[in-house]
């Protein structure tokens, strides 16, 4: 048996996921209105986040980063977002 707590594990997912959405909302930018919409809410997700992580509503805290990945994610398979620096290719994977 762990002796991990689960809110201590969730609470390090939280920070990790945290700090790879922050950097991936810093390197990518909208090509047309549609991304501009979608980078806003995925950073409005990110905030969120960060609110009920504060709060210690840790699972409204993972789900709302789960969204704010699904809107970089979509905007960048979609065309809606890319990457500052061109030669950064898109890979779905998120590590």
Known sequence: MSSTSLSDELKSEIRKWSERLEKRLSEVVPTNDIGSSMLENAK????DSTYFYDR???VRSFECLVWGWAFVEMGLQLGHLRYQNRTHE??????
Do not use: E, Q
């Open 44 to 47: 409005a997700y990110y905030s």
């Open 90 to 95: 898109h890979n779905s994977s998120v590590v």
């Open 56 to 58: 210690s509503d840790l």
